[in-house]
């Protein structure tokens, strides 16, 4: 949605609902929308999640496989992202879709492919030469604001999801082979203990607003990605749009961030782990 499309009489009111911590649909400054996670939706996947919260529908699948090592880290594994924004109605994006596309995969990547984010060490299967590649891909169905918070919940719940096969490595004559095993009962799940969900952290007026509306970020001012995990620890920045933020708004800005996240984060690993105690593929939660 463009900043043009709404008038100055609606801005004024979302920005004096924000001022008394009092927003337009009755929300707090640091409240999440309800949402529902349902994951082990995608049959030809390792893992996958699929959020949905209002008007936003995000689906998230990832498949492992065998491939080289990055050249700057030989003994660890990977992950590539890729999202996908072609059936979102475009008409609500400013500029070029690839653009946008583009955007939010470089968002992810800085984030997620990180040693201090995932244990990326279990993913190698021969130091140096071959390791676990995890392709990451997240489809965006509709969006209703918030959209780059809603996908990396997805990917944490996706994670939480994913089977690893075991692997043996086998030397005949001077030769390895690589056998994957088909066996359930050799499969490994990721540790997301550190893994992050990304809380969006926007300026409206003097006060800060967490999982923003289309209209709320139409009067953002200014907008920092915090990105923090179960222990609520801070594993990354990144400040996104045009304005400016100084550096005591910052601290302000994380500090909000790190309220939100802490019951974001509890309330969804409750609800992974209630939801795979019950061996049952849907569930939902909402967070205070």
Same mark, same amino acid.
């Given at each position: 949605?463009?900043?043009?499309?709404?008038?100055?009489?609606?801005?004024?009111?979302?920005?004096?609902?924000?001022?008394?911590?009092?927003?337009?649909?009755?929300?707090?400054?640091?409240?999440?929308?309800?949402?529902?996670?349902?994951?082990?939706?995608?049959?030809?996947?390792?893992?996958?999640?699929?959020?949905?919260?209002?008007?936003?529908?995000?689906?998230?699948?990832?498949?492992?496989?065998?491939?080289?090592?990055?050249?700057?880290?030989?003994?660890?594994?990977?992950?590539?992202?890729?999202?996908?924004?072609? !059936?979102?109605?475009?008409?609500?994006?400013?500029?070029?879709?690839? @653009?946008?596309?583009?955007?939010?995969?470089? !968002?992810?990547?800085?984030?997620? @492919?990180?040693?201090?984010?995932?244990?990326?060490?279990?993913?190698?299967?021969?130091? /140096?030469?071959?390791?676990?590649? #995890?392709?990451?891909?997240?489809?965006?169905?509709?969006?209703?604001?918030?959209?780059?918070?809603?996908?990396?919940?997805?990917?944490?719940?996706?994670?939480?999801?994913?089977?690893?096969?075991?692997?043996?490595?086998?030397?005949?004559?001077?030769?390895?082979? #690589?056998?994957?095993?088909?066996?359930?009962?050799?499969?490994?799940?990721?540790?997301? @203990?550190?893994?992050?969900?990304?809380?969006?952290?926007?300026?409206?007026?003097?006060?800060?607003?967490?999982?923003?509306?289309?209209?709320?970020?139409?009067?953002? !001012? /200014?907008? #920092?990605?915090?990105?923090?995990?179960?222990?609520?620890?801070?594993?990354? &920045?990144?400040?996104?749009?045009?304005?400016? &933020?100084?550096?005591?708004?910052?601290?302000?800005?994380?500090?909000?961030?790190?309220?939100?996240?802490?019951?974001?984060?509890?309330?969804? #690993?409750?609800?992974?782990?209630?939801?795979?105690?019950?061996?049952?593929?849907?569930? /939902?939660?909402?967070?205070?």
């Amino acid at each position: 949605m463009s900043s043009s499309t709404l008038s100055e009489g609606r801005k004024q009111f979302i920005v004096d609902g924000v001022t008394q911590d009092c927003r337009a649909d009755g929300r707090r400054c640091i409240d999440f929308r309800r949402f529902q996670i349902e994951t082990g939706i995608v049959s030809n996947t390792n893992g996958s999640a699929r959020l949905r919260q209002y008007g936003t529908d995000v689906l998230v699948g990832i498949k492992a496989e065998i491939g080289q090592p990055k050249q700057e880290r030989s003994n660890t594994g990977h992950l590539e992202f890729y999202v996908d924004c072609s !059936s979102y109605n475009t008409t609500e994006i400013d500029g070029h879709i690839g @653009d946008f596309t583009t955007q939010l995969t470089k !968002s992810l990547e800085r984030i997620y @492919d990180s040693e201090n984010v995932l244990d990326l060490k279990s993913l190698t299967i021969i130091a /140096g030469e071959q390791v676990w590649v #995890l392709y990451i891909d997240a489809v965006v169905l509709e969006c209703c604001g918030n959209l780059l918070d809603c996908i990396s919940i997805a990917v944490k719940a996706a994670l939480y999801n994913t089977r690893i096969p075991g692997v043996s490595v086998n030397d005949e004559e001077g030769v390895l082979e #690589l056998e994957i095993s088909d066996d359930p009962n050799d499969e490994k799940k990721l540790s997301i @203990d550190k893994v992050p969900v990304i809380v969006s952290c926007n300026k409206i007026g003097h006060r800060y607003v967490v999982d923003a509306t289309q209209e709320e970020e139409c009067c953002s !001012s /200014g907008r #920092l990605l915090i990105a923090v995990n179960d222990r609520n620890n801070i594993c990354s &920045l990144q400040k996104s749009g045009t304005g400016s &933020l100084d550096p005591s708004t910052i601290f302000e800005m994380i500090e909000t961030a790190r309220q939100a996240a802490v019951p974001l984060n509890q309330e969804l #690993l409750q609800t992974l782990k209630r939801e795979e105690r019950s061996n049952n593929d849907k569930c /939902g939660f909402f967070a205070n």
